[in-house]
Protein backbone atom coordinates (compact mmCIF):
# COMPACT_ATOMS: atom_id res chain seq x y z
CA UNK A 1 0.00 0.00 0.00
CA UNK A 2 2.57 2.37 0.78
CA UNK A 3 4.22 1.78 -2.22
CA UNK A 4 1.25 3.19 -4.30
CA UNK A 5 1.05 6.00 -1.73
CA UNK A 6 4.52 6.74 -3.16
CA UNK A 7 3.93 5.82 -6.55
CA UNK A 8 0.77 7.86 -6.87
CA UNK A 9 1.81 11.34 -4.13
CA UNK A 10 5.19 11.62 -6.83
CA UNK A 11 4.12 10.32 -10.63
CA UNK A 12 4.92 13.66 -11.83
CA UNK A 13 8.46 12.76 -11.02
CA UNK A 14 8.43 9.00 -11.63
CA UNK A 15 7.45 9.27 -15.74
CA UNK A 16 10.26 11.92 -16.52
CA UNK A 17 13.01 10.68 -14.74
CA UNK A 18 12.18 7.29 -16.03
CA UNK A 19 12.24 8.74 -19.60
CA UNK A 20 15.54 10.24 -19.15
CA UNK A 21 17.08 6.76 -18.12
CA UNK A 22 16.19 5.20 -21.19
CA UNK A 23 17.75 8.11 -23.03
CA UNK A 24 20.42 7.96 -21.46
CA UNK A 25 21.09 4.18 -21.34
CA UNK A 26 20.38 4.67 -25.27
CA UNK A 27 23.11 7.39 -25.57
CA UNK A 28 26.07 5.25 -23.53
CA UNK A 29 25.10 2.53 -25.64
CA UNK A 30 25.66 4.42 -29.03
CA UNK A 31 28.17 5.98 -27.61
CA UNK A 32 26.54 8.91 -28.01
CA UNK A 33 29.38 12.20 -29.13
CA UNK A 34 29.69 15.09 -26.52
CA UNK A 35 26.73 17.05 -28.37
CA UNK A 36 24.20 14.46 -27.74
CA UNK A 37 25.02 14.68 -23.91
CA UNK A 38 24.98 18.37 -23.72
CA UNK A 39 21.86 18.20 -25.23
CA UNK A 40 20.70 15.63 -22.74
CA UNK A 41 21.87 17.18 -19.83
CA UNK A 42 20.12 20.25 -20.72
CA UNK A 43 17.11 18.93 -21.01
CA UNK A 44 17.97 17.20 -17.20
CA UNK A 45 18.45 20.27 -16.28
CA UNK A 46 15.20 21.85 -17.32
CA UNK A 47 13.18 19.59 -15.66
CA UNK A 48 14.93 19.68 -12.28
CA UNK A 49 14.76 23.35 -12.37
CA UNK A 50 10.99 22.58 -13.28
CA UNK A 51 10.33 20.70 -10.45
CA UNK A 52 11.97 22.92 -8.01
CA UNK A 53 9.44 25.53 -9.09
CA UNK A 54 6.14 23.84 -9.18
CA UNK A 55 5.67 23.74 -5.59
CA UNK A 56 4.78 20.62 -5.51
CA UNK A 57 3.30 20.35 -1.94
CA UNK A 58 2.14 17.26 0.09
CA UNK A 59 -1.44 17.06 1.75
CA UNK A 60 -2.88 19.55 4.41
CA UNK A 61 -1.60 18.73 6.90
CA UNK A 62 -3.35 15.04 7.67
CA UNK A 63 -1.13 12.56 7.75
CA UNK A 64 -3.63 9.64 8.40
CA UNK A 65 -7.63 8.95 8.18
CA UNK A 66 -7.23 8.56 12.17
CA UNK A 67 -6.00 12.09 11.92
CA UNK A 68 -9.22 13.27 9.84
CA UNK A 69 -11.29 10.78 12.12
CA UNK A 70 -10.23 13.14 15.30
CA UNK A 71 -10.30 16.53 14.11
CA UNK A 72 -13.81 15.98 12.06
CA UNK A 73 -15.05 14.58 15.46
CA UNK A 74 -13.79 17.57 17.46
CA UNK A 75 -14.68 20.00 15.28
CA UNK A 76 -18.41 20.78 17.27
CA UNK A 77 -20.07 22.13 14.44
CA UNK A 78 -21.13 20.94 10.76
CA UNK A 79 -18.03 20.50 8.34
CA UNK A 80 -17.95 20.16 4.72
CA UNK A 81 -15.39 18.05 3.49
CA UNK A 82 -14.12 18.51 0.01
CA UNK A 83 -12.63 15.72 -1.59
CA UNK A 84 -9.49 16.93 -3.99
CA UNK A 85 -6.16 15.60 -4.92
CA UNK A 86 -3.41 18.30 -6.47
CA UNK A 87 -2.02 15.80 -8.26
Request: charged fraction near 10%; aromatic fraction near 14%.
Amino acid sequence: MLLFQIANRFSFLILPLLVFTVAAVILVRRRASWRSWSVWGGLLAIFLVYVLISGQTGTSGYDSPESIRRSLANAGQPTLVEFYSNY
